[in-house]
């Protein structure tokens, strides 16, 4: 009788996982078909706010846009340094070559 036992048992524990696992299996299903729910929900309130945004905006008159004032910028000159005068040789001297 052990063995009948033994093999009741283990049928038995077989027969509970595959339970739990059937239960686990409808609870996940029906937290997807809710989250789907909430997103096809969600999505239609997004749709009806937007939808009634275009039509307000459609309805409204256009803004006249204001003119923009232009301001001319001053443009900045920067003097350039002073260049020193060139030195002129003293009559009579000569200029030294260098190519020579």
Do not use: W, Y
Request: aromatic share 0%.
């Amino acid at each position: 009788m052990n063995n009948d036992d033994r093999a009741h048992d283990v049928a038995e524990s077989s027969f509970k996982k595959k339970e739990r696992r059937l239960q686990e299996g409808k609870k996940a299903m029906a937290e997807h078909n809710a989250a789907m729910r909430a997103d096809d929900a969600k999505t239609a309130r997004l749709r009806a706010l937007r939808l009634a945004r275009d039509a307000a905006a459609a309805a409204a008159p256009p803004e006249v846009a204001k003119p923009r004032l232009r301001i001319k910028k001053k443009k900045i000159t920067v003097a350039s340094p002073p260049v020193a005068p060139a030195i002129e040789p003293a009559e009579g001297e000569k200029l030294h070559d260098r190519s020579e």
